[in-house]
Structure formats: C-alpha cells, structure tokens
C-alpha cells in the first residue's frame, strides 16, 4: 500500500531532550517536506526537499534540522526541544514537486515537550 | 512570503445546503491553489485544486474558483452529507514553487 508512515504517532518529552521524528515513504517521491499544525494557525512548512542531499527552509524553521541521505526517509531532529515545540507534526511527500503532483500527508505526530 | 487567509473559521449547514468556503493570498505570483479536507486523527487530504490559468474547476459535488484580479479562491461543496464533515485547509504555492502557504482552517458541520 501506498502510503506516509511516522513515528513515533505520540509522543512526551522534557526540555533540552534530543528527538527524532522519523517519516518514510514507499511511492518514491522526491518531494518531502514537513508541517506544524498548531490551532488556530493551520499547517506551517519547516523543511523541505527536492531529492536527496537537498533541502531548504520553510516558513518556520527555526529550532529544527532534517536530513536526506536516501529518498524514502526525511527524518525531522529536535536537537533541543522546548515547550513552544509542542504540537502535531505532518510528514508530506510528492513525486517531483508540490506543483505539478498530488501531496500525500502522514497520519500525524502529536508531541508535547514538558 | 505569502499569506494566506481563509473564512470563516467555523460553518454549519444542514445536509444538503451548499458550503462556501473562501481564502485570499497575497503574492501575485503564486499559481497552485489546492485544498485539503481533514478528518478527525488523519492527516490532510487533497480534494481539488486549480491552477492560475484556470477560472474554476468541478469534480461532482466539489468545485473550486479562482479570481487572480482580486486574489482570491473559493471552494463550493454543493448538497452537503454528513461526511463532509471535516476541517477543510486551503493553500497556496509560493512562486519558487516549492514551499506551500495554508490557510487557518474550517471546521465544517454538516447538520443531519
């Protein structure tokens, strides 16, 4: 089956504590990118990458990295999380690019940083 | 970058009304506008999108226009079901045509 899969889908974690969110698809996609959905602000761009080795910013970058080194995986790295980190996260990916293909979403990580 | 704003947050209709949902941008560059319907616990789902050198598209009960003058879009859900029961996004592609830009979010309740 075709599909985004995330873990982990839930998660709690004190301040300062490295995490990794990982995100890996079967479709092989060259566009990945991840969200924050926070109420009342809609889904927020944090990363993205056009293939493998590149990514860039998106509007809210700031307290994050990703990496690419293989097209299936995009995993998103809180080096040191903090309170203003807790949300739900969305893991997308696209064949070439959001212009010219369908996203498909993850189911979503939910995380909350004490 | 660009921004997108998305009327009204919340709407409720009995089954079989029509919904509207509206969303303005602000770089006149941008050209894909989808939208996304999210049911409870899953993530997003694209429904429909248009492009900017199209004035409206229609996929049975779903229909989306785009007004480049006035910088606006629009998606229309004609005789509602209860199933269309969801938090429908739109977005915006900015210019580079790599990064997205969504709206805040309906939350609409089709009334049985």
């Known amino acids: 089956e075709a599909q985004v899969t995330q873990n982990p889908r839930y998660l709690i974690t004190v301040t300062g504590k490295k995490l990794t969110v990982t995100c890996s698809q079967n479709m092989n996609h060259e566009y990945m990118s991840w969200y924050r959905q926070d109420p009342g602000l809609g889904l927020r761009q944090i990363y993205y990458?056009?293939?493998?080795?590149?990514?860039d910013k998106g509007d809210v970058p700031e307290g994050y990295k990703v990496s690419r080194k293989e097209k299936r995986n995009f995993p998103l790295i809180l080096e040191s999380p903090s309170p203003n980190q807790t949300s739900l996260y969305f893991c997308?990916?696209?064949?070439?690019?959001?212009?010219?293909?369908?996203?498909?979403f993850g189911p979503g990580t939910r995380l909350t940083v004490l | 970058g660009e921004n997108v704003e998305q009327h009204p947050s919340t709407l409720s209709v009995q089954e079989g009304d029509s919904a509207v949902i509206k969303c303005t941008y602000s770089d006149s560059a941008s050209n894909y506008f989808p939208w996304y319907k999210q049911e409870l616990g899953k993530g997003p789902q694209l429904i429909i999108d248009i492009r900017s050198n199209v004035g409206e598209k229609k996929d049975q009960r779903i229909a989306v226009t785009l007004n480049k003058t006035a910088k606006h879009f629009s998606l229309h859900i004609t005789e509602t079901q209860p199933e269309d029961s969801a938090v429908y996004f739109c977005a915006a592609l900015s210019n580079t045509g790599n990064q997205f830009y969504f709206g805040t979010g309906t939350s609409l309740t089709v009334i049985p």
């Open positions: 997308a990916s696209s064949l070439l690019g959001p212009s010219t293909d369908t996203q498909y």
């Open positions: 990458s056009m293939n493998v080795e590149v990514t």
